[in-house]
């Protein structure tokens, strides 16, 4: 044999080897993973992965499908892919481990100790100690540790296997909801846990606690609501930390982690009432905030609040994304936060400095009597918003048949800059309750600085009335009190709901449910419906009963206690702005997807996401539509995305937002994807659970790959 030929065969030799050790070298085996929620700890929907690019995504075909069998309602998750094996949850949060190659199911578990769980949930936690290896999910109020390999439960963990959420809350958050929709967070032997809360007065206080991750003992406490001597209690009133008609101000939508220098990143939510704040004068701290706490004792390293003393429900609706900036030639490790408003915040990791311009703006201060709003509110300079903050009469939806009407209303409410205030009249609340950016969040390429964010650009009306009085409540029977009191918010005094904005009716809801099926409900919620364990077992009978239709007419004769009189107000409920074939009222577009530079503030493309085909085929562009669940970039090249109401997965090219891809799911998908590769194939997986925005119902979750 030549030498040269010799020399070919060993190099070729090499390169082989080398190549296999790059693609398998996150865990030196095989699989190169999806290991964290999002992607992992700097939650930024990344992925090295190469294999499938711009030139060839057009390729893409269906590896497998998984079944699951339960259409109870959406699925939000975002997969993790370990060792081979995909974990994910179904719509009531069963959770599951498939062959991540070909989607066959190896266990499925269920707690059969309580009801059916209706909870919205995002995914589960993976960690690992030596041959210890857990996943941790959440269903109610509780938090479970189970055995990667076989599903079993860990009795060691908690109380045989799993951990009440209330454990570390006072005593006066013992009879409240409380659940997660989101995976812990991981930092050594300790995860760190987000919950969510009811909205409103009846709301437990959002402390953020850290528990050891094989006891599931308490390890820390950070108080959102600060107590009397710490920092921020003088933002609110003097006893709101005693959590009598104020609560809240929760981290429920996910947390990141610079585990180097061991730094967690919480952004919580506003307090409870959301939409009054009379009896909870101040600031507020630290409701609406991005949190930087050490993340193995929780002390307070820096804080920014972005909106002072909320009465619009705008809490920060995604996990923080840790990003590096160049500035000056030099690279900053810094941390991203998107809003339900639109905005992108950048602040350096260890100091909490801004990176680019904030100014504190006046804003309106005309609220409703004995509120207490706070004058001024803080606005990035750059970058510039990712979605529309203001309408005008200009903007009215052109293909509206009533389009006058739609105008009429906008003339009569509130609606010349996002700060307008809850009013008698109505309030417009643009971007809408679910912004904006929304609980998917956005994705990061650390190659380039380029943050990609998904978009709602969907109108909500608010209106706050009185709350009707103790007396006239006591003259009602003790069902249909409780559905005044509880229900009429969302479901209508006439109990019609609004389907339109995704609130059902509940009339004849006997014929479609069983008595069952309700007490479960109102006791545990679902979806974005709260639930209401703290209403006693008669009230609860009393409740189904009157929504049965069997209760019996006579009127109520024992007082009503006013449990949260400092609140005197309540809303007609959530309602989109509509036109009368269901679109949003104004103009396209109504969904979008956004490449922005960090390093610069400045937009490197923008484009509408989603369409209505309807609208297509009349020769309207596509106009974008709602959209719920991130993006997921890879290095080559492509960002993937299903989210929108449409149900289609597509994928784009990164750098210029061209479509390579798209194709219709067997029902929509309202998550963000995951992306991996097993045996040197890519995967890209997305669950469809559909549901959501009245889509068809769906209980699967699909793979891609090349053929």
């Not at 370990?82 to 062959?99: C, H, I, K, N, W």
Request: aromatic share 12%; glycine share 10%; charged share 20%.
């Amino acid at each position: 044999m030549k030498l040269n030929s010799l020399f070919k065969m060993t190099l070729a030799g090499a390169t082989l080897l080398l190549s296999a050790w790059y693609s398998h070298s996150d865990d030196k085996n095989r699989y190169t993973g999806w290991s964290e929620f999002l992607g992992g700890p700097e939650r930024t929907h990344y992925s090295s992965l190469t294999q499938i690019t711009t030139e060839n995504a057009k390729n893409l075909r269906v590896a497998w499908e998984y079944h699951s069998g339960d259409t109870t309602g959406q699925i939000q998750c975002n997969p993790i892919m370990v060792d081979g094996v995909l974990y994910g949850t179904t719509a009531s949060v069963q959770v599951f481990a498939l062959d991540a190659a070909t989607g066959k199911e190896l266990w499925k578990y269920k707690d059969s100790k309580d009801p059916q769980w209706f909870n919205t949930n995002r995914g589960v936690t993976y960690w690992e100690g030596g041959d210890d290896k857990r996943i941790f999910f959440s269903a109610g109020q509780w938090l479970y540790a189970l055995e990667a390999k076989t599903g079993t439960p860990i009795t060691s963990f908690g109380e045989n296997g799993r951990m009440n959420l209330r454990n570390g809350l006072p005593d006066s958050a013992k009879d409240k909801f409380i659940c997660s929709n989101t995976p812990g967070t991981i930092y050594k032997d300790l995860i760190i846990m987000p919950v969510r809360l009811s909205e409103g007065p009846d709301a437990a206080p959002g402390h953020v606690r850290a528990f050891n991750v094989r006891t599931g003992k308490l390890a820390w406490t950070f108080r959102t609501i600060p107590h009397p001597g710490e920092y921020g209690y003088e933002t609110w009133g003097k006893n709101n930390y005693k959590n009598e008609d104020v609560g809240a101000a929760n981290n429920w939508a996910g947390m990141a982690v610079d585990r180097e220098r061991g730094i967690l990143f919480v952004p919580t939510g506003s307090a409870g009432y959301d939409f009054y704040g009379g009896n909870r004068p101040g600031k507020n701290l630290f409701a609406n905030c991005l949190l930087a706490l050490d993340a193995a004792t929780g002390k307070r390293l820096w804080h920014f609040q972005f909106v002072h003393h909320d009465v619009w429900d705008r809490d920060l609706p995604s996990a923080p994304t840790l990003v590096t900036i160049n500035r000056d030639g030099k690279k900053i490790d810094a941390v991203a936060q998107i809003t339900k408003s639109g905005f992108v915040f950048v602040f350096d990791r260890v100091t909490g400095k801004s990176l680019f311009p904030i100014k504190e703006i006046p804003v309106p201060t005309n609220g409703v009597p004995g509120e207490k709003p706070w004058p001024t509110q803080p606005v990035p300079l750059k970058p510039a918003p990712f979605s529309r903050q203001t309408l005008t009469m200009d903007e009215i939806n052109p293909f509206a048949a009533n389009r006058d009407e739609l105008a009429a209303t906008l003339r009569s409410i509130r609606h010349r800059n996002q700060f307008e205030l809850p009013s008698k009249e109505g309030t417009l609340i643009f971007p809408g309750y679910d912004g904006g950016g929304e609980w998917g969040g956005p994705g990061y390429d650390p190659e380039t600085g380029i943050l990609y964010v998904n978009s709602n650009e969907m109108p909500w009306i608010m209106t706050i009335v009185d709350k009707p009085k103790m007396d006239k409540l006591a003259m009602l029977p003790t069902g249909e009190r409780a559905y005044v009191q509880y229900c009429t918010a969302c479901h209508g005094a006439d109990r019609k709901g609004n389907p339109k904005s995704g609130y059902p009716s509940l009339i004849n809801i006997n014929t479609r449910r069983d008595r069952a099926y309700i007490h479960t409900l109102v006791s545990n919620g679902k979806g974005m419906m709260p639930g209401f364990s703290y209403l006693k077992p008669a009230e609860k009978d009393a409740l189904v009963a009157f929504l049965f239709g069997e209760e019996k007419k006579e009127a109520g004769s024992a007082a009503v206690e006013d449990k949260f009189a400092s609140v005197p107000y309540k809303t007609t409920g959530y309602n989109k702005f509509l036109d009368k074939d269901g679109y949003p009222g104004i103009n396209p577009p109504w969904g979008q997807l956004s490449a922005i530079n960090l390093h610069t503030g400045e937009y490197l493309w923008k484009i509408t996401l989603g369409e209505f085909k309807e609208l297509t085929a009349k020769g309207i562009a596509p106009t974008g539509c709602e959209n719920y669940g991130g993006p997921v970039i890879t290095a080559g090249g492509v960002l993937f995305i299903a989210a929108t109401k449409d149900g289609m997965f597509r994928a784009f090219n990164k750098k210029t937002g061209q479509l390579l891809f798209e194709t219709k799911l067997p029902a929509a998908g309202f998550a963000t994807p995951s992306t991996y590769q097993v045996n040197g194939k890519q995967y890209v997986v997305i669950a469809c659970g559909g549901t959501k925005l009245g889509t068809p119902k769906g209980d699967s979750y699909v793979a891609f790959a090349l053929p």
